[in-house]
């Protein structure tokens, strides 16, 4: 399948495919590539956008997503991270009984799943993990929180994220987790990549 590209402003590329999973298929070969003037490439759900240093080099690399089948891209590996959750959001009472199941019901259910790293966004390091149950899916609160502490995951719309720093938020909080996950000391700074899978293992 060919990657639909266009210029986006003047120094950025924007390619739509049709679903997550090709989005991480372009986004690992244009990365691999190590494209003249590239200096960044930012996966979303169905689009990825490269960004690059000089108008100059936008040609190079419409060139080059045109000839990647997303479809028939090798996976990349990737890596699989176990993070500890204590399960004990502000959210979590208010968010199980939505769903119409217990405490219990709730943080078993949520850490069995498996989740990918869809992307990083909002914030340095902030992950968006697919995979959360559709049966544990709520919708964001009316107003959001001026601060919501590091490390807090919390669910909104059926997707789960993970809070790297204290930042204003609205999402349904249900717990945290132990590891930390950005430290601009290190490199990479962000602790999950897109493509990684995730674990919650509970405390």
Do not use: K
Request: proline share 9%.
């Amino acid at each position: 399948m060919a990657v639909a590209a266009a210029p986006l402003g003047d120094a950025a590329v924007r390619c739509v495919v049709d679903d997550l999973a090709q989005s991480h298929a372009l986004h690992a070969a244009v990365a691999d590539a190590q494209l003249p003037g590239v200096v960044n490439v930012v996966p979303t759900w169905r689009c990825v956008v490269v960004t690059v240093t000089h108008p100059m080099f936008v040609p190079s690399v419409l060139d080059f997503v045109s000839g990647v089948d997303v479809t028939a891209a090798p996976p990349r590996s990737t890596r699989e991270h176990q993070l500890t959750i204590h399960y004990d959001g502000e959210d979590l009472h208010d968010v199980a009984a939505r769903c119409g199941i217990g405490v219990a019901a709730f943080t078993e259910r949520h850490s069995q799943a498996d989740y990918v790293v869809a992307f990083l966004g909002f914030a340095p390091g902030f992950a968006y993990l697919s995979g959360l149950p559709a049966a544990l899916s709520v919708p964001r609160l009316a107003t959001p929180r001026a601060r919501v502490p590091a490390g807090s995951v919390g669910i909104a719309d059926g997707v789960t994220g993970i809070y790297p720093a204290a930042l204003p938020g609205g999402w349904q909080l249900i717990g945290r987790v132990d590891e930390r996950l950005f430290d601009e000391q290190l490199t990479p700074p962000a602790l999950l990549a897109p493509g990684d899978r995730v674990r919650f293992v509970p405390a």
